[in-house]
C-alpha cells in the first residue's frame, strides 16, 4: 500500500515514514501543498496524510482541490490545529478523518487501517517485477535463490520504478521522490546510484535491465 504524507516539519515527516514503513507501508513524502497536488493527481495512493499549515497551499486547499478534481482517495488530516471549527471544515471539505498532532503511533496506525480498510486495500510486504523481488521491511532484494541487501538510496530508487514499473521515470522524478523537492541532488546523484542497482541487478544474474531512454529518463525492462 502506497501512502503519500504532506508534511513540511522535515523532522516529523521522518519520523511518521519510519514508523509507516516499519509496518510494511510504502511511504512518499512531500513538503508543500502545490506539491501534494501535483502528486496526488499524478499516482495512485492508497491514503493521503495531510497537514494544514503547509507551505504555497494549505491543507484546505489542497482538499479543496482534490476534492474538486473528484479525487475518492482517503484522506487523514493530521494537525495541530486542534479546534472543533478546523476539524468540522476540514471534514466538511472532504476528509475522512481528522487527527491532532501530539498523537500517539498505534493511534495513527489503527486510523489508518480503518480507513484503507473502507477501500478494501491491502499492506504490500513486497514488489515484484520479473524475475526479481524487493522485500519492503528488509530493503532485501531477491532473484532466484540468490539475494542481496541495498543500501537506504538505492531501495529508495529502486522502489520507484518497481511501483512505476510501466513508466518511464525522469532523474527530476527520481530526485523529488528519493531525495526530496528542497534536496541539492544533481543529475549526478540519480546516475550514481542507478550504476550501482545495475551492479547488484547483474551480481543477482537478473534479466532486468535499467534502460536510460535519452532526453527522457530511465525504464525498468525485463528481458525474454
Not at 475518492?72 to 466538511?92: C, E, F, H, R, Y
Not at 547483474?202 to 525492462?221: A, D, M, N, P, W
Amino acid at each position: 500500500m502506497q501512502i503519500l504524507l504532506v508534511e513540511d516539519e522535515k523532522s516529523l515527516s521522518n519520523a511518521i515514514v519510519a514508523i509507516l514503513e516499519q509496518n510494511g507501508y510504502i511511504v512518499e513524502p512531500v513538503y508543500d501543498g502545490a506539491s501534494a497536488v501535483d502528486y496526488a493527481l499524478g499516482a495512485d495512493y492508497d491514503l493521503i496524510i495531510l497537514d494544514i499549515m503547509l507551505p504555497r497551499l494549505d491543507g484546505f486547499e489542497v482538499l479543496q482541490i482534490l476534492r474538486g478534481k473528484n479525487l475518492s482517495t482517503p484522506i487523514l488530516m493530521l494537525t495541530a490545529k486542534s479546534t472543533i471549527p478546523d476539524k468540522v471544515s476540514g471534514l466538511n471539505k472532504g476528509a475522512d478523518d481528522y487527527m491532532t498532532k501530539p498523537f500517539h503511533p498505534d493511534e495513527l496506525l489503527a486510523r489508518i487501517s480503518a480507513l484503507t480498510r473502507r477501500k478494501g486495500s491491502v499492506v504490500l510486504n513486497e514488489l515484484s517485477y520479473h524475475d526479481l523481488t524487493l522485500q519492503i521491511n528488509t530493503a532485501l532484494l531477491v532473484c532466484g535463490n540468490e539475494s542481496v541487501q541495498l543500501s537506504r538510496k538505492e531501495f529508495e530508487v529502486l522502489k520507484v520504478f518497481l511501483y512505476n514499473p510501466t513508466m518511464v521515470i525522469t532523474i527530476e522524478m527520481l530526485i523529488n521522490k528519493v531525495w526530496g523537492t528542497n534536496s541539492e541532488a544533481t543529475d549526478n546523484n540519480v546516475e550514481v546510484y542507478i550504476s550501482f542497482i545495475r551492479k547488484k541487478l547483474k551480481y543477482l544474474h537478473s534479466k532486468v535491465t535499467i534502460k536510460k531512454i535519452q532526453g527522457f529518463g530511465y525504464r525498468l525492462e525485463g528481458l525474454a
